[in-house]
């Protein structure tokens, strides 16, 4: 067997392998053989029929299994010589493979890098306080009260935190929206709708509720609405300014529950101060996962900024289509139509290809640290996989269990997935902690 190696760039390498004609023959004898000892031929029991008549009754069977055996032995013997770290077969080019004769067989791979992990001990991590203010405390509180609020029809302008019952019509240049969106008519007219005055989340028209404040019932006004540039949910409005004319229907403010016996058992506390504490408790554990997720993305972070490192090209696409997916399935449930995609595909893929990039390398880094740190995935790890992933989907673990060991590729990527997060843990476990003080948050309105 001769091996030639041929470096297409630092991760991707050609392989031609040529193995002269009793190394063909080997394999090819091989081949009849395996398949005589389940061949069915009148007159000759399985295993007894003549090499010759084997090869010519199931010719197809023969050259087939033949030409793979060929490829894996050429594929087998080259890495043994060459001794590489293969990550993807990229390619597979045969030349004429015949029993008598020489073959030929070039394959295109990309291997795992060489680089070596830089010191991580010098890696630092800030964390926020995880003991809750009693402002923190309130604004929940607040929040409990606000979801079980009532709204009563209030004889005064409207107010910040008030609903507003309207109708309203829209035009762009003197047409009308429902001309310009047909299948979008809320953003042109509606006879009756509820808003939020200054609320935190804004409705379908960008701007409406901010512009509510001090209206009363029977108030009319044309307010100008300029939509954003880049307006997904209907791009003919993108950029364009609009002029909507308002009538107020009826303003409601929002009446808090009191605390009281009632709205204590609502919330399973007896009283104030088991409710407080309730909540305290509650954001403890909230503060303490924003920790660690902000822990191991500023530890991945630091990291991948000290090293510098070629990523496979085959690696590289295949997490650009996993991110591609992620990202549009995100954005088709928040109503982006599909039609923007196929206008915007030129951008969305230069962008998802530099995250699955940044993806790859981090994740060569991290297998690494894994390798020189002799981390490895327990049955306990892979239990534990299961359960989670039983209660995410409602499925029972031993029918996902049983999934898993039936596929290697997803039972692979598990526990990739699995070496990964165990050598960030690792990681964090490594790095230096600072406690810094956050922001006050702002207290609740009334």
Same mark, same amino acid.
């Given at each position: 067997?001769?091996?030639?190696?041929?470096?297409?760039?630092?991760?991707?390498?050609?392989?031609?392998?040529?193995?002269?004609?009793?190394?063909?023959?080997?394999?090819?004898?091989?081949?009849?053989?395996?398949?005589?000892?389940?061949?069915?031929?009148?007159? #000759?029991?399985?295993?007894?029929?003549?090499?010759?008549?084997?090869?010519?009754?199931?010719?197809?069977?023969?050259?087939? @299994?033949?030409?793979?055996? *060929?490829?894996?032995?050429?594929?087998?013997?080259?890495?043994?010589?060459?001794?590489?770290?293969?990550? =993807?077969?990229?390619?597979?080019?045969?030349?004429?493979?015949?029993?008598?004769?020489?073959?030929?067989?070039?394959?295109?791979?990309?291997?795992?890098?060489?680089?070596?992990?830089?010191?991580? +001990?010098?890696?630092?991590?800030?964390?926020?306080?995880?003991?809750?203010?009693?402002? @923190?405390?309130?604004?929940?509180?607040?929040?409990?009260?606000?979801?079980?609020?009532?709204?009563?029809?209030?004889?005064?302008?409207?107010?910040?935190?008030?609903?507003?019952?309207?109708?309203?019509?829209?035009?762009?240049?003197?047409?009308?929206?429902?001309?310009?969106?047909?299948?979008?008519?809320?953003?042109?007219?509606?006879?009756?709708?509820?808003?939020?005055?200054?609320?935190?989340?804004?409705?379908?028209?960008?701007?409406?509720?901010?512009?509510?404040?001090?209206?009363?019932?029977?108030?009319?006004?044309?307010?100008?609405?300029?939509?954003?540039?880049?307006?997904?949910?209907?791009?003919?409005?993108?950029?364009?300014?609009?002029?909507?004319?308002?009538?107020?229907?009826?303003?409601?403010?929002?009446?808090?529950?009191?605390?009281?016996?009632?709205?204590?058992?609502?919330?399973?506390?007896?009283?104030?101060?088991?409710?407080?504490?309730?909540?305290? =408790?509650?954001?403890?554990?909230?503060?303490?996962?924003?920790?660690?997720?902000?822990?191991?993305?500023?530890?991945?972070?630091?990291?991948?900024?000290?090293?510098? *490192?070629?990523?496979?090209?085959?690696?590289?696409?295949?997490?650009?289509?996993?991110?591609?997916?992620?990202?549009?399935?995100?954005?088709?449930?928040?109503?982006?139509?599909? @039609?923007?995609?196929?206008?915007?595909?030129?951008?969305? #893929?230069?962008?998802?290809?530099?995250?699955?990039?940044?993806?790859?390398?981090?994740?060569? *880094?991290?297998?690494? *640290?894994?390798?020189?740190?002799?981390?490895?995935?327990?049955?306990?790890?892979? =239990?534990?996989?299961?359960?989670?992933?039983?209660?995410? +989907?409602?499925?029972?673990?031993?029918?996902?269990?049983?999934?898993?060991?039936?596929?290697?590729?997803?039972?692979?990527?598990?526990?990739? +997935?699995?070496?990964?997060?165990?050598?960030?843990?690792?990681?964090?476990?490594?790095?230096?902690?600072?406690?810094?003080?956050?922001?006050?948050?702002?207290?609740?309105?009334?």
């Amino acid at each position: 067997m001769n091996v030639q190696l041929t470096s297409v760039s630092a991760t991707r390498k050609s392989l031609t392998v040529t193995l002269d004609p009793s190394e063909v023959a080997v394999e090819h004898q091989a081949v009849i053989g395996e398949i005589s000892k389940y061949a069915r031929i009148p007159g #000759f029991r399985p295993g007894k029929a003549p090499a010759a008549m084997v090869a010519k009754k199931f010719s197809k069977e023969v050259a087939d @299994e033949f030409k793979e055996k *060929i490829v894996a032995r050429a594929y087998r013997g080259a890495l043994e010589e060459q001794k590489l770290d293969v990550l =993807n077969v990229v390619n597979v080019e045969e030349g004429k493979i015949e029993a008598g004769a020489s073959a030929s067989v070039t394959i295109t791979v990309d291997v795992r890098p060489e680089f070596t992990v830089p010191d991580f +001990s010098g890696l630092t991590t800030e964390v926020a306080p995880t003991e809750a203010t009693d402002a @923190e405390v309130d604004v929940v509180i607040h929040g409990l009260r606000s979801e079980r609020a009532d709204f009563k029809p209030a004889e005064r302008a409207a107010q910040k935190g008030d609903y507003v019952k309207l109708g309203y019509e829209g035009k762009i240049d003197g047409a009308p929206i429902t001309d310009l969106a047909p299948d979008k008519q809320l953003y042109g007219k509606a006879p009756q709708t509820w808003e939020e005055v200054e609320g935190a989340q804004e409705g379908i028209i960008p701007g409406l509720g901010q512009n509510l404040a001090g209206l009363k019932t029977g108030d009319k006004k044309d307010l100008t609405i300029t939509f954003p540039a880049e307006f997904a949910p209907v791009p003919a409005l993108a950029g364009k300014t609009a002029i909507y004319a308002l009538e107020v229907q009826e303003v409601r403010e929002r009446v808090l529950p009191p605390l009281d016996a009632e709205f204590f058992k609502s919330q399973q506390a007896d009283d104030l101060a088991g409710l407080q504490t309730q909540v305290r =408790n509650n954001l403890k554990l909230q503060k303490e996962h924003q920790n660690r997720v902000a822990q191991r993305r500023q530890v991945t972070e630091q990291l991948a900024a000290q090293v510098d *490192i070629p990523v496979p090209d085959s690696l590289v696409e295949a997490e650009t289509q996993g991110v591609l997916r992620q990202f549009i399935e995100d954005q088709m449930r928040r109503g982006v139509p599909q @039609e923007q995609f196929e206008k915007d595909k030129v951008e969305l #893929f230069a962008g998802a290809r530099k995250a699955a990039a940044s993806r790859v390398k981090l994740q060569l *880094i991290l297998a690494k *640290i894994a390798e020189n740190e002799k981390i490895q995935v327990t049955n306990d790890d892979i =239990n534990n996989h299961l359960y989670r992933e039983a209660m995410r +989907s409602g499925q029972k673990p031993d029918k996902l269990a049983k999934a898993l060991g039936s596929d290697r590729a997803q039972l692979r990527a598990v526990q990739e +997935s699995i070496i990964f997060d165990k050598a960030v843990d690792f990681l964090v476990s490594k790095a230096k902690l600072t406690t810094v003080q956050p922001k006050a948050p702002a207290g609740p309105t009334t």
